[in-house]
């Protein structure tokens, strides 16, 4: 009876593991949506400030108090712009010039510089063959998933794929950060605090650049921009944030694999689109490649190294 006990807590951490793989990959046919008539830095701070509305409403229902220290409130501001300011503009601007397909299959990359960064400076998770395999069969499952036919631009808007290459380096910083420096607060007070750092910093900004007084954007556009904030951002913020403690960096991580694979079901289910028998293919490995990251340690067999103690 004892070895059963984990299963129940794993299954349902998995469970919130698809559910943010889902709010995130939608937010690509979102951003796609807006971006068309809003720019970056104005859309961005949309989303950051309805987010930063929907959590302080979450930590006042919950009487949970923000913290007050200053190194904290510097720490979040770091994280902020890891996870959200510096990535989601890079991502945002972008995808002005590549098609979500491509951003998500680009973007998607993150696991892999979680992988390498834990592997080569931080040391913070214990790591293994069985990890590093997981993490190349996602690959291959985004790419399948995908499909060779998105992937035949990768020679144009060099730029714009740079930038969601960019992102997902960010996001890679962001989830080991995060981990390292935010298990001692609840979830919804580090995610509030990020996006209320972001919004500080992106209104002013746009208001000097964008001047979003004279957009006139279509309801359209501004229903993606509200989807992007409240759910996208908002409730997929406390998701991460509760998965960075009970998953660890990596297996967070792993939830960009299924991002592409979220992506097909919303154009079957939206667009009427097919799947092929190479994008089922990709998909099973997407999601093998995600349970073998999140193999319980005890699993590992003959680590590359062991967990060091985080100062």
């Given at each position: 009876m004892i070895?059963?006990?984990?299963?129940?807590?794993?299954?349902?951490?998995?469970?919130?593991?698809?559910?943010?793989a889902t709010l995130w990959g939608s937010s690509y046919l979102f951003l796609k949506v807006a971006v068309t008539e809003i720019p970056p830095i104005t859309l961005i701070a949309v989303r950051v400030s309805i987010a930063a509305v929907f959590l302080m409403v979450v930590i006042t229902v919950r009487r949970t108090r923000l913290p007050r220290d200053p190194l904290t409130w510097r720490r979040l501001l770091v994280q902020s712009f890891f996870n959200s300011i510096g990535a989601w503009l890079l991502v945002a601007w972008g995808q002005q010039y590549v098609d979500s397909a491509l951003a998500s299959v680009l973007n998607s990359t993150s696991p892999i510089f979680v992988f390498l960064m834990t592997v080569l400076f931080t040391r913070h998770e214990s790591t293994s063959l069985i990890r590093l395999g997981g993490a190349m069969l996602g690959i291959l499952g985004v790419a399948l998933i995908i499909g060779v036919d998105a992937l035949q631009g990768l020679g144009q808007q060099v730029a714009g794929q740079l930038a969601a290459v960019a992102g997902a380096v960010l996001y890679g910083v962001a989830a080991i950060y995060g981990q390292r420096r935010f298990g001692h607060l609840p979830a919804p007070v580090t995610a509030a605090g990020t996006m209320l750092w972001a919004s500080?910093?992106?209104?002013?900004?746009?208001?000097?650049?964008?001047q979003p007084w004279e957009l006139r954007p279509s309801t359209q556009a501004m229903a993606a921009a509200g989807m992007l904030g409240l759910f996208c951002t908002g409730i997929a913020l406390l998701l991460y944030f509760r998965l960075l403690r009970t998953l660890g960096s990596l297996g967070t991580a792993s939830q960009a694999y299924l991002r592409a694979g979220i992506g097909v079901g919303l154009g079957m289910i939206f667009l009427g689109e097919t799947i092929s028998l190479t994008v089922g293919f990709g998909l099973i490995a997407a999601i093998l490649g995600v349970a073998m990251i999140n193999l319980p340690p005890s699993l590992f067999a003959r680590p590359f190294f062991r967990r060091r103690r985080l100062p």
């Open positions: 070895l059963t006990r984990p299963a129940p807590r794993l299954t349902t951490e998995l469970l919130c593991l698809a559910l943010l500080a910093v992106l209104v002013p900004l746009s208001l000097l650049i964008d």
